[in-house]
């Protein structure tokens, strides 16, 4: 008999792999907060990591390994067609080829940057909601989210800036932008906790599971492990 696909799983690693794409195609316009750039990035990039949070105190760590390389080849998939797209002869027709490479293209530096920060943030903020599960026998769910932002995000943000940024921006400059970012990532996480464990909540009602990642592996690389 084959294992049934659970819908909400399904919905919400789509929803997972859409705003990361959304996110890394916004991510090149800045806007300016007190004084402080940020890029229209972190408008949508920190519901990824509460979805991550979701999946992996509903469905687990496991599950949530296959959503994070399943939004990672989605995301390579959309730069490799923006970059075809690009590269493809303008008709005389289209009078808006800069303007669309512009917007589409992003610096090789900055899409390898976004790649390899993703992977640790994502895997990182994983694994520490699947421990702390464990530590905490399923309680404090609101620990264990923030807990696991501040990790994920933190990783996140300082192995982006400092791959996309070092010998660009000075030292302090980047650690400006990493606390930043970081904060107010984290801040965006616990602004949306109450939403966050309602649905929670109500997945693991509808789905009738909780999972505790007991003797599993945490090799980022064991997909086929589910």
Not at 110 to 121: D, E, K, N, Q, R
């Amino acid at each position: 008999m084959k294992k049934q696909v659970s819908v909400v799983y399904m919905m919400c690693g789509l929803l997972f792999t859409v705003c990361l794409i959304i996110a890394n195609i916004v991510g090149q316009k800045l806007f300016t907060v007190s004084g402080f750039d940020l890029t229209a990035g972190v408008l949508i990039f920190p519901i990824t990591y509460i979805l991550n949070d979701l999946i992996a105190e509903v469905w687990g760590y496991r599950k949530m390994r296959l959503i994070i390389w399943t939004g990672f080849f989605m995301n390579f998939l959309t730069v490799l067609v923006f970059r075809i797209s690009i590269w493809a002869p303008a008709s005389p027709h289209f009078a808006n080829q800069q303007a669309f490479a512009t917007v589409l293209q992003g610096a090789e530096r900055i899409v390898v940057a976004s790649f390899i920060a993703f992977l640790f943030g994502s895997f990182l903020n994983a694994y520490v909601m699947s421990k702390m599960k464990i530590m905490q026998r399923g309680r404090h769910f609101s620990v264990r989210a923030v807990a696991s932002t501040i990790v994920g995000e933190g990783a996140d943000s300082l192995v982006f800036f400092t791959i996309a940024f070092s010998g660009i921006l000075p030292h302090h400059a980047l650690l400006t932008l990493i606390v930043t970012q970081t904060t107010l990532k984290t801040a965006y996480e616990i602004i949306a906790l109450p939403l966050t464990n309602f649905v929670v909540r109500k997945v693991k009602q509808f789905e009738r599971t909780d999972v505790f990642d007991k003797q599993i592996s945490y090799n980022p690389f064991k997909v086929k492990e589910l």
